[in-house]
């Protein structure tokens, strides 16, 4: 049974324009939360992660949004560049544990 | 350093033949974790190492799938026999115990099975 949850696998955006990704899970333990990028051909890197005692990171062109009483929680790409095309990955873990539950993944594809 | 390491990127077999995928994991780290990607299901954890210790397999599909860690810095997991429905893309991840949730991945074996 999937414990991380990305709907709506595949997004398109304008480039300069917002992209928005959302994520829920089902297990209330998971205390952390971390987003991965993903290109064709290549293992996913870490992107940008939050912990359950914050609602929002930001770095650079990236921020999370942690909503835990609706266990949810979403990526904004803002301005969305040509380079962000690729597969987006959701991420949560118990106790800062290192074993990570992943969603399925959203493609996104900025349009230049 | 070079990252996690994986060998071969691309192995196409057939039905009934033994699969032996490798990782390196990146030195220092203590904790090895094999995922496998497919369209249906995702990233799925298959079975997590550390400090070369099998932690928890119960992402195995089944025993045709064993995975060792015989030292710090070598990892396999292997198929026998294959099957067409094992077909994907296995990523193996290391990363530190204790220190950090993030995962540095390999790039990857894309396994098909005829």
């Known amino acids: 049974d999937q414990q991380v949850k990305q709907n709506s696998p595949s997004l398109s955006v304008q480039e300069g324009r917002i992209s928005i990704l959302n994520c829920d899970y089902t297990?209330?333990?998971?205390?952390?939360f971390l987003w991965y990028k993903k290109y064709p051909a290549e293992g996913p890197t870490f992107l940008i992660s939050i912990s359950s005692i914050k609602d929002k990171n930001e770095d650079g062109r990236f921020t999370v949004f942690l909503n835990k009483s609706a266990k949810h929680l979403s990526l904004h790409i803002v301005p969305s560049q040509p380079g962000d095309s690729a597969v987006y990955f959701c991420?949560?873990?118990?106790?800062?544990?290192?074993?990570?539950?992943f969603g399925k993944g959203n493609q996104v594809v900025v349009i230049p | 350093d070079a990252g996690v390491i994986q060998s071969p990127r691309h192995e196409v077999t057939e039905m009934g033949q033994e699969v032996t995928l490798r990782c390196k994991p990146i030195s220092g780290h203590n904790s090895l974790f094999w995922y496998r990607q497919t369209m249906m299901r995702g990233l799925e954890l298959l079975i997590y190492f550390n400090n070369n210790v099998p932690i928890d397999d119960s992402g195995m599909p089944e025993d045709r799938f064993s995975a060792k860690m015989p030292n710090a810095s070598f990892s396999t997991l292997k198929i026998q026999p294959s099957e067409p429905r094992d077909s994907a893309v296995y990523f193996c991840?290391?990363?530190?115990?204790?220190?950090?949730?993030?995962?540095?991945f390999g790039s990857g074996t894309q396994l098909s099975v005829l």
């Open positions: 297990n209330s333990m998971f205390d952390y």
């Open positions: 991420a949560a873990s118990v106790g800062g544990n290192n074993r990570l539950a």
């Open positions: 991840a290391s990363s530190i115990e204790g220190l950090s949730e993030k995962l540095f």
